[in-house]
């Protein structure tokens, strides 16, 4: 089981219902192809650096999990698919990487 983060930017233009209904599709993915979700996080809106499909802001997702590192393919050929995904990145995470998170989980939670 490898560790990874992926970040997604779903469409402005979505409603509240769309936007969780899309998240709960690829967290529902996720767990059908055998991962442990470890934190997941609505980053909300926020303005983008550059204009995206002629958009200037977005809604900002987070998933942290575990999975096998065949599942990784299947899922950013969702993301290419999916109309409401304007941009997405998914990381490997190291040893480093991953104490990183977790101390950035605690600094949210305490902030809460």
């Known amino acids: 089981m490898n560790h990874y983060e992926t970040v997604f930017i779903l469409n402005p233009v979505l409603s509240e219902d769309q936007i ?3 998240v709960q599709k690829y967290e529902d993915f996720l767990t059908s192809k055998g991962a442990e979700i ?3 996080e609505n980053w909300g809106l926020k303005k983008l650096a550059y204009p995206i499909q002629h ?3 977005g809604f900002y997702h987070l998933f ?3 999975v096998e590192g065949s599942a990784i393919d299947p899922l950013e050929v969702m993301f290419r ?3 409401r995904m304007m941009r997405f990145l998914t990381v490997k995470l190291d040893k ?3 104490d990183w998170a977790k101390e950035r989980i605690k600094r ?3 902030k809460s």
Request: charged share 50%; no cysteine.
């Open 64 to 66: 942290e999990y575990e």
């Open 81 to 83: 698919r999916d109309e």
């Open 108 to 110: 949210v939670k305490s």
């Open 20 to 22: 969780k209904e899309t």
């Open 96 to 98: 480093h990487a991953i």
């Open 55 to 57: 958009k200037k802001s």
């Open 38 to 40: 470890v934190n997941k």
